[in-house]
């Protein structure tokens, strides 16, 4: 069973599983739509976990399948994703509907792996800095500002939870250390803040070279989601920010193919020792 307090992840279980052993006892989804009297929508919402099962349907659907011992273990699960919280529910108004689910996955990720191009990634970046970035919008309130600001440093929390701390892998454009981004000292705060991060265990951040050439994700950022291992066959989600959405890629080949970006990007990036160096340098040319 998943251990996991993100609903989103919990759903995401569900429904993983609820795919899983309809294919495993070799049924098409046209037979369980038979069965359940429900459109192929409305089931594929219950194999996304959009939607949450009844004990009735987990009743049919179990026994259909031949695994009607695991109907405890669903029934559980369900609950708890039910009566799940998410800590930024009191920020409901810094985060839009298409962003919600982002941070339910992201909180309940084992990896992330992300590619910034513009600025230092949301996970990484200072109160300031992250200040100094929401506030590039002119038509946000004040009030709307600190709860963006609030919101991005809880995400944070991830980085620093005793149990299962996530792993970030970031690689960051250089362009990003010489962006200014408020004054002098949100940029020294910043940098110096990106140098200790890189002596965390479970914190990997590489700098990609202005003269490192074409590479494979010259399209902008994206961030790849890997969860537990309890998620036996999820491939991961791959999540593009935009002004007015965030786009999810899930399918595997879809994937597999930013996680092949990733790889060329490891390696056309500089290395660990390097680009601490290149974050330094940096750092010093702020204060000139």
């Known amino acids: ?73 669903f029934l559980r699960i369900v609950e708890a994703a039910r009566k799940g919280k998410n800590w930024w529910d009191k920020l409901s108004g810094a985060v839009p509907p298409w962003f919600d689910l982002f941070l339910g996955l992201e909180a309940g990720a084992a990896e992330v792996f992300s590619f910034d191009v513009y600025v230092v990634p949301g996970l990484l970046q200072t109160p300031a800095y992250a200040e100094a970035v929401i506030r590039a919008d002119p038509e946000l309130t004040d009030e709307q500002v600190q709860q963006r600001v609030e919101l991005r440093l809880g995400r944070q929390n991830i ?27 949100v940029m020294t705060e910043q940098l110096d803040y990106l140098i200790k991060l890189c002596e965390r265990p479970r914190v990997d951040l590489q700098v990609l070279p202005l003269n490192a050439g074409a590479h494979l994700a010259q399209s902008g950022g994206f961030q790849v989601l890997k969860f537990p291992s309890e998620m036996v066959g999820d491939p991961g989600v791959v999540y593009l920010e935009g002004l007015v959405e965030g786009r999810y890629y899930e399918k595997p080949d879809e994937v597999a193919l930013y996680e092949r970006a990733l790889t060329r990007l490891r390696v056309q990036a500089a290395n660990q020792e390097d680009s601490q160096a290149m974050l330094r340098q940096a750092a010093q040319e702020v204060h000139k």
Do not use: C
């Open 1 to 73: 069973m998943v251990a996991t307090s993100s609903p989103a992840l919990l759903k995401r279980w569900i429904g993983l599983n609820l795919r899983q052993l309809r294919q495993e006892a070799g049924k098409e989804r046209s037979e369980v739509m038979q069965r359940l009297g429900l459109s192929r929508a409305q089931v594929g919402h219950l194999e996304t976990g959009e939607r949450l099962p009844s004990k009735p349907v987990l009743e049919i659907l179990l026994d259909f399948y031949g695994k009607p011992d695991r109907l405890p273990d």
């Open 159 to 185: 980085l620093a939870r005793t149990e299962d701390p996530v792993r970030l892998w970031a690689i960051i454009d250089e362009s990003v250390l010489h962006r200014p981004r408020g004054n002098t000292e």
